[in-house]
């Protein structure tokens, strides 16, 4: 038996056959060609039928995977359409007088290649989305496209990297696992394996060789490891663990709709984690009890220009509403640090974790800032809206953002315009609001934890290095003991305290938190239900 290690995308058990998958080599030719009119009309048919089979792949993942994840197809459908994209090609056409062929590769290279550059990983990740759209408008210039086939029978499928229109296309009762040399964990592949509830690696160290097709393997999903050539009693034992995980995805399904609640009676509010509106049918899905952390900060990145009040105000309202009366909690914008946004103009930092970002961008842009309040407490008149602050360090912050708020209510007060009274808290991301808590708890109506961000401050480890993986400790005794500090503050003032970081999710601390006094635990969708069962496993008293 070989065994092979990679990231794990999915947990879960599967045993097979592997299929080395290998993509068509297409050799793209540079020609020179006489009428660039003519070649630009080519590309603007491939363009058309490009967005017509782009149409029927968000069909076919609508149905098998859901809104959320088939939405990745209608943003394909959108990249086409980019001005940007879509001048390079025109210009390398005109310019060069070369075929379109060449100038959808010219461009997907370019593109890409600034993608892969940026610091922030979302981003990082769309130079896949690019490659996809252009192989696709090559495919359809050169007449090469073809279904995607697998197998008859079910299959590991190994490759360097799978685009999200491959992993679609693929018959998913023909697909055990995925398992990839290449790929992010923040990929729409990653994120449609996870919701296809397949079992997948990322950054394996497995070679992609023809005579490694067919061999016998078995994917440990949440162990990051594959297994080549298993003997009988290893298998034995893997398919003991298989069955065990199919137990347990079935026992939590009985869970939805019941109380998160302790043995002894201590009651934990579960909320969801989301980036964006077609998150909140995962989160309905998974039986949140609220939404903890909306990352407003996405309406910005996914758009060319700032957003308009309206523009905010209908999202925000529709969370609300959707929510039917469950607390929402937007977080104002945090970009900065490993989120870019052009428009802003944001000169180049020599520290940007310690520059201008979250609340400070905030504070001196007060224009923007008063926008997205006014939208927020126009929504908040629509449901249950609370409205939360990133990166605070002092109580004059808060004061300061206190004015600003009470300038917009005046304001639409003055017009008019109906509005609410939303519930308004700040993340403690920051040593400083650590110390401060107590102080800052009488300023607000509750605190959330950004474990992520107080874990590099605390231990002065910049989270986004790979290379200091082995000194980062999310579970670090000061990382907890500053939790700790936090929510006794908090409740001196009768203030409630979450935490919606990442080390929300881990079971192993969930009884430390809950005494702690931890009110709320704030995760990605899939973990509600395990965190769930792990609260109503767990007794405080006399423990």
């Not at 929510?487 to 929300?504: K, P, S």
């Amino acid at each position: 038996m070989t065994t092979y290690s990679g990231k794990s995308v999915f947990g879960g058990i599967a045993i097979g056959k592997l299929c080395v998958w290998q993509k068509k080599e297409s050799r793209i030719r540079r020609v020179r060609i006489e009428d660039p009119d003519e070649e630009m009309e080519r590309f603007e048919r491939a363009k058309k039928e490009a967005a017509a089979q782009l149409k029927d792949l968000y069909d076919k993942a609508l149905r098998e995977v859901g809104e959320v994840n088939a939405a990745i197809f209608e943003i394909h459908q959108m990249m086409l359409e980019d001005g940007d994209y879509n001048e390079s090609v025109e210009n390398i056409v005109r310019t060069q007088r070369v075929n379109a062929e060449y100038a959808v590769a010219s461009t997907a290279d370019n593109f890409a290649g600034m993608f892969a550059e940026m610091e922030d990983d979302y981003m990082k990740a769309r130079a896949a989305d690019v490659r996809d759209i252009s192989e696709r408008l090559i495919a359809v210039l050169s007449g090469t496209g073809s279904p995607v086939t697998v197998s008859d029978e079910p299959v590991i499928i190994v490759a360097d990297d799978l685009a999200p229109s491959e992993t679609v296309q693929l018959d998913k009762d023909k697909v055990l696992a995925f398992v990839t040399v290449h790929g992010s964990p923040n990929s729409h592949t990653a994120i449609l394996a996870r919701t296809m509830g397949i079992p997948a690696l990322i950054g394996t160290d497995i070679p992609l060789e023809r005579q490694m097709d067919g061999k016998p393997a078995v994917v440990d999903g949440a162990g990051g490891c594959v297994y080549v050539e298993p003997d009988e009693d290893f298998l034995d034992k893997m398919r003991e663990k298989q069955r065990e995980e199919l137990d347990r995805k079935e026992m939590l399904q009985t869970l939805k709709g019941k109380e998160s609640v302790t043995v002894d009676g201590k009651k934990v509010l579960l909320y969801a984690n989301i980036g964006s509106l077609r998150d909140l049918s995962a989160a309905m899905e998974n039986d949140a009890e609220g939404i903890g952390l909306f990352r407003s900060e996405f309406l910005y990145l996914e758009s060319e220009d700032f957003p308009t009040e309206e523009e905010q105000f209908l999202v925000y309202k529709t969370a609300a509403e959707t929510m039917a009366g469950k607390r929402v909690i937007i977080r104002t914008l945090d970009i900065g640090a490993d989120k870019k946004c052009d428009y802003f103009g944001l000169e180049p930092e020599e520290n940007p974790a310690l520059g201008l970002r979250g609340i400070r961008i905030c504070l001196t842009r007060t224009e923007v800032f008063k926008t997205q309040l006014r939208a927020l407490f126009r929504a908040s008149a629509f449901g249950k809206i609370a409205v939360m602050y990133p990166m605070i360090i002092s109580v004059e912050e808060v004061r300061r953002i206190k004015e600003l708020a009470e300038e917009a209510r005046r304001e639409l007060a003055a017009e008019g315009t109906p509005f609410g009274m939303p519930e308004q808290g700040i993340m403690i991301e920051t040593p400083a609001a650590v110390m401060m808590s107590r102080e800052l708890a009488k300023e607000v109506d509750f605190f959330s934890i950004g474990t992520n961000d107080l874990t590099q401050y605390t231990l002065a480890i910049d989270r986004q290095n790979p290379r200091l993986d082995a000194f980062y400790d999310p579970r670090h005794p000061a990382v907890l003991r500053m939790i700790a500090m936090t929510a006794a503050n908090a409740h001196l003032e009768n203030t409630w305290v979450g935490i919606c970081g990442e080390l929300a999710a881990d079971t192993e601390l969930t009884e430390a938190f809950l005494k702690m006094g931890i009110d709320e635990l704030s995760v990605s969708p899939g973990s509600i239900l395990p965190l769930r069962k792990k609260v109503r496993e767990t007794k405080l008293s006399g423990s």
